[in-house]
């Protein structure tokens, strides 16, 4: 099977990454808040009539991008699926192969398959984009899980335009305004995907974009360019734990790795090859990360792991007190 596999795709190691994140993402199930028990199995039918189970049928083992609407909306609906249609103009085939659509009416009264079927076309939303209605409380229950739900009263249109994104299989879920700059949702749509499938990486503009969002860019850049690889002090995931790999590796080597990793691996650099060897030869893919973007996650990364030494050792003191105190193991934390 892995013969076959690596025949039909260059970027053997990324798709062992992929493959490997099916595996590996899936077991640690203390921290999976969005396990495959997370999603309710409802039933919702389609604008062509066709019966589907929400995690079945729609997003088990998928990339998906979903939004609610309701067909009557007045003020941020149709500006939402309008955007939504420019990010998939943006993504082109990719939607329907790559990554799936799927906008879910809040108003099933109304929102006939019928309704649907006409309002997905008034905003020409193409193939792989899906519009589905079901059981109110159905919707009702499955918004609340997605975190999509707002109390009608207090909004304008009943509801607040979130677009949530997710990749099933990786685990990985995140919330952005339906609203955003189509360029950027889909840019970070496509970022999704790139990190493990398509080695089309793109320089972020990280002090803008992580700016408009209040987040730390070098926090930012980690959840959008590493994160599905690698976590800080959460264990391994298709890469190591980088807890406190700013202590172990010295500056010049992180940049490389960060910025040139092939080159490192080119190099025979003993410490990639034991981690070749170590992460079933998946490698680091170049990311085309640049100087100041590898400053800012070099930072976060300093910053993180700090944070979580403070954190360890604070509860390693409540801990031995709570002891009586004389633990041999209360050394405080490398
Ligand atoms: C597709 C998966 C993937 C992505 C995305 C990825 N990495 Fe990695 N990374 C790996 C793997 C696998 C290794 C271990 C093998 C190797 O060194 O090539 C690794 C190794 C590393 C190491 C060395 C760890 C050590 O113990 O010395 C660092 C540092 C690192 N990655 C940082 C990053 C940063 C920062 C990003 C985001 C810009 C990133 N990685 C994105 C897969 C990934």
Not at 65 to 77: G, M
Not at 95 to 123: E, M, R, W
Not at 200 to 211: G, I, M
Not at 261 to 287: F, R, S, W
Request: include cysteine.
């Amino acid at each position: 099977m892995q013969k076959k596999r690596r025949v039909r795709f260059i970027g053997t190691s990324l798709l062992l990454a992929f493959a490997l994140a099916l595996l590996i993402s899936r077991p640690s199930s203390a921290d999976s808040r969005w396990g495959a028990n997370y999603f309710p199995n409802v039933e919702l039918t389609t604008q062509d009539g066709k019966t589907v189970h929400f995690y079945d049928d729609l997003i088990k083992g998928k990339i998906v991008a979903i939004d609610l609407i309701y067909t009557t909306c007045q003020y941020s609906c149709p500006l939402e699926t309008a955007r939504l249609a420019q990010v998939q103009k943006i993504l082109g085939d990719r939607v329907g192969k790559d990554i799936f659509f799927y906008s879910i009416t809040i108003d099933p009264a109304n929102d006939t398959p019928a309704a649907l079927k006409a309002y997905a076309k008034k905003f020409h939303a193409g193939p792989g984009w899906t519009f589905l209605t079901g059981k109110k409380e159905d919707i009702d229950f499955l918004s609340k899980k997605l975190g999509l739900y707002s109390d009608p009263a207090a909004t304008l249109d009943g509801h607040t335009p979130h677009l949530l994104l997710g990749n099933e299989p990786m685990g990985q879920w995140m919330r952005n305004s339906a609203l955003d700059n189509p360029r950027f949702l889909s840019q970070m749509i496509g970022d999704f995907l790139d990190s493990f499938r398509n080695m089309k990486p793109t320089q972020e503009k990280a002090n803008t974009e992580s700016a408009s969002l209040n987040l730390d860019p070098g926090q930012y850049l980690f959840a959008k360019k590493c994160g599905a690889c690698h976590t800080v002090g959460q264990g391994d995931k298709i890469g190591p734990d980088l807890m406190g790999v700013t202590d172990t590796r010295n500056r010049d080597w992180l940049m490389r790795k960060i910025q040139n990793p092939e080159q490192l691996l080119a190099e025979k650099d003993p410490i990639t090859m034991a981690l070749a060897e170590k992460y079933g030869h998946v490698t680091m893919p170049n990311l085309r990360v640049a100087d100041e973007d590898a400053n800012h996650l070099i930072g976060y990364l300093v910053s993180q792991t700090s944070a979580l030494n403070r954190q360890a050792s604070a509860a390693k003191n409540a801990a031995t007190k709570a002891a009586g105190g004389g633990s041999r193991d209360a050394r405080p934390n490398r």
